[in-house]
């Protein structure tokens, strides 16, 4: 099982970044997809998720209007469009993956993604 999470980089405040997530050794259409994220010393909190199907999707209040999750079955594919970051976005992302739910709960989610860094500038 493997899980890969790159695109993050250095953005200035106001811009946008997109990350994606390919996925490979497990059946991907059969589980929902997360994005989480980490900053520096503070605990992993739940970014966006999407159903297995791809047709229901949840946020974070705090992304919610400014974050897109989205996926490709076919592409074994995850992405997460961000625009307007902020300075407070600054994390590692991960991608995860859950076994027939799609839900905040970082607990039920089976694999995860080694992260990848954004960082926003004010």
């Known amino acids: 099982v493997q899980l890969q999470a790159y695109g993050g980089g250095l953005v200035q405040t106001g811009g946008s970044l997109r990350l994606s997530c390919a996925a490979s050794?497990?059946?991907?259409?059969?589980?929902?997809m997360g994005w989480f994220r980490q900053a520096s010393g503070q605990e992993r909190e739940f970014v966006a998720t999407?159903?297995?199907?791809?047709?229901?999707?949840y946020y974070a209040d705090s992304v919610n209007g400014r974050f897109t999750i989205s996926r490709d079955n076919a592409k074994r594919m995850i992405w997460l469009q961000m625009h307007n970051l902020q300075p407070e976005d600054t994390a590692v992302y991960y991608c995860a993956a859950e076994k027939g739910l799609a839900t905040k709960y970082q607990e039920n989610y089976v694999y995860w993604g080694q992260g990848t860094l954004v960082t926003v500038s004010s």
């Open positions: 999407v159903t297995w199907s791809g047709s229901s999707k």
């Open positions: 050794g497990f059946a991907f259409g059969d589980y929902g």
